[in-house]
C-alpha cells in the first residue's frame, strides 16, 4: 500500500499593465524554483493548507480559486509518494512580499515565457502552462 504526502499551493498571479505576471519562489535548502506551497496539516482543509502555507513563505493573505486545481506526484526517497494540488490565486499588483528566511531563498515575478524557463521541474512547467490557459481563456 501506497503512502502519500500531501502538499497544497498555488500558482500566484497579478495582472501588471494587462500581462499576467506569475509569483515564484526559490527553495533554500535544494535550489529549485517553484511555486508556494507546502503540507496539509491535521485538521486542515487542502484550501486551508495552501492559504496558510502561502501566508507563511510569502507573507501574502490570498484566497484560492477552487476551480482550477492541478495535482502531480512523484515518488520520494523514503518510499512514499508525494502529491501536490496547485490552485490559482490573484494578488493586487501593489502587494509586498516577505519571504519565510528559513525556507525561501528568493520570490520575484516573472512574465509567462521567463516563469516558464526559471521552474525548475517539467511537472511544474506543466502546472503553469494549464493555469496559464486556465487564467487566459476566453
Known amino acids: 500500500m501506497t503512502e502519500y504526502e500531501v502538499a497544497t499551493g498555488a500558482v500566484i498571479y ?31 482543509t487542502k484550501e486551508q493548507a495552501a492559504i496558510r ?18 495535482e502531480i506526484r512523484y515518488p520520494l526517497p523514503n518510499g512514499k509518494t508525494k502529491v501536490s494540488i496547485f490552485y490559482v490565486s ?15 531563498s528568493a520570490i520575484r515575478w516573472f512574465d509567462y515565457e521567463d516563469a516558464l524557463a526559471k521552474l525548475t521541474y517539467d ?11 486556465y487564467l487566459t481563456r476566453t
Open 53 to 70: 502555507e502561502i501566508k507563511e513563505e510569502t507573507n501574502l493573505d490570498v484566497t484560492v480559486d477552487m476551480n482550477f486545481t492541478e
Open 90 to 104: 490573484e494578488v493586487a499588483p501593489t502587494v509586498e512580499t516577505t519571504k519565510q528566511l528559513a525556507e525561501i
Open 123 to 133: 511537472n511544474l512547467k506543466n502546472v503553469l502552462i494549464k493555469a496559464n490557459q
Open 14 to 44: 497579478s495582472r501588471i499593465a494587462g500581462k499576467l505576471q506569475y509569483l515564484l519562489v526559490e527553495s533554500k535548502d535544494r535550489h529549485f524554483w517553484g511555486f508556494a506551497k507546502g503540507h496539509v496539516e491535521a485538521g486542515e
